[in-house]
C-alpha cells in the first residue's frame, strides 16, 4: 500500500508498462519507505478519444506518452507527497524517457478503516499491519 493506478494512452508494449511499474515502485520504495513487498499497481489503456488531460492553464505540453497517476494512500504528509511527485518524474524520465510534463499525480488519500488486504479483516484495524 499505497495503490499506484497508471492511465496512459494505448499503444505501449508490454516492456515499456512493466518499465514503468518497476520505476514507479522504485520511487515509492525510497520516498516512502514500504516494504519491497507492499507493491499494488493496475494499467488502465485508454484510446486518444477516452482520455484528455489538459494543462489547467499552466502551458504544459502533453505527449503520446503521457502517464495520470492515481495514489490511493492512507495520509502521508505534504512533504512526502511532494517529494514523491519529484522523484517519482525523475525515475520515469530517466527509466522511461517520460518527461515529467507528461507527468499528472492525484492523491487520494484514506484512513485505516478503508483497506482489507484480504481474508475480510482489516489489517490496518486489527494490528496485522
Known sequence: MPLLHFHVY???SEDEIRTL???AHEAMLEVFKVPRGDRYQLVS???KSHMIAEDTGLSIPRTDKFVLVQMFT???GDGKNAAFYRRLTETLEEKCGILP???MISVVENA???WSF???RAQFLTGEL
Open 10 to 12: 494505448e499503444g505501449r
Open 45 to 47: 489503456e485508454h484510446r
Open 101 to 103: 510534463s507528461d507527468v
Open 74 to 76: 492512507r495520509p502521508r
Open 112 to 114: 485505516d478503516a478503508h
Open 21 to 23: 511499474l518497476d520505476a
Open 118 to 120: 484480504g481474508h475480510g
